[in-house]
């Protein structure tokens, strides 16, 4: 048994989509559970309901990491699964024996987690994810955020911004990504779509740090994998297609600062508590 834990946020759409892309796997042998992270109507909890009888609402918006930590242990307890795939709602697998890559995947390598090859629109991957790793990585990234969101508070400067950024894009040739084509051992991985085998979730009741709302997961998890000497897993061969950051877009809408205004407010909370984290443990190694 798979089980899949999607965390729904006001796109019911995307999350249709998602589902169907598992039910068109050739092993049967899954579970789908959908947490919603309070944006459902009744019609479409019932449009829901019709695909898995595995709905959890939460009476508010946990976030990204709790959220799935409320699915993930709803799966454990419920259906004792080999591995836990939580992914976004936006999205969609593109093989059909996905769950058989997995199963082989972990035979041969026996992840803690792993990360397939996530496709973009523009056709790049973003796994491996480059994740901060050290303490100075984080710091610097910090005053980076608190300078564009200082920007983005005003409406002067974020039209400047705006302006900059479209006459440098439009001079500058973009440089596309070239990541991905190699499967390897012990890289950060993104947060949209993760495997966590049960020697993982058997270890840690939270598969993600439960303190953070949204942004910068994935440094939290490379930080306890290399705290606790996990193994994590980069697999190319296996795929999935990420349409980004269209649940974000559905909150605002319409609202382009304001949902700037919010992402650089909790890319800032989330990377203090990673410093935080980092130096609490500089202090413990010091101690030793």
């Not at 959220?67 to 709602?89: M, R």
């Not at 987690?113 to 994810?129: A, C, H, L, Q, R």
């Not at 349409?243 to 205004?261: C, H, I, P, T, Y």
């Amino acid at each position: 048994m798979i089980s899949f834990v999607i965390l729904h946020y006001k796109n019911v759409s995307d999350t249709l989509a998602c589902i169907k892309s598992i039910q068109k796997c050739t092993d049967q042998n899954y579970s789908i559970i959908v947490v919603d992270n309070h944006t459902l109507t009744n019609e479409e909890k019932q449009l829901l309901l019709q695909e898995t009888p595995d709905l959890i609402c939460n009476e508010e918006n946990l976030g990204f990491a709790k959220g799935n930590n409320v699915g993930v242990s709803y799966a454990v307890l419920k259906y004792h699964p080999e591995f836990v795939v939580v992914l976004n709602n936006d999205i969609v697998l593109l093989q059909t024996d996905f769950l058989d890559r997995v199963r082989i995947c972990h035979k041969k390598t026996h992840f803690d987690f792993m990360g397939p090859k996530i496709i973009t629109d523009n056709g790049e991957s973003v796994n491996p994810f480059p994740a901060y790793r050290t303490l100075e990585e984080v710091q610097d990234a910090i005053q980076k955020s608190e300078k564009i969101l200082r920007i983005y508070q005003s409406r002067f400067l974020s039209v400047a911004l705006s302006i900059y950024l479209k006459v440098k894009y439009f001079f500058c040739k973009r440089r596309h990504l070239k990541n991905g084509a190699t499967s390897m051992y012990d890289v950060a991985l993104h947060g949209c779509c993760l495997i966590f085998s049960k020697s993982y979730y058997e270890q840690f009741s939270d598969v993600f740090y439960p303190e953070t709302f949204l942004y910068h997961e994935e440094e939290f998890l490379e930080f306890r994998r290399h705290l606790y000497h996990l193994v994590s897993y980069y697999d190319s061969s296996i795929e999935v297609f990420h349409k980004e950051g269209a649940s974000l877009d559905q909150a605002f809408q319409n609202a382009k600062r304001e949902k700037l205004v919010f992402r650089y407010r909790e890319i800032l909370r989330s990377l203090r508590l990673l410093q935080q984290s980092m130096e609490c443990q500089k202090e413990v190694r010091s101690e030793k």
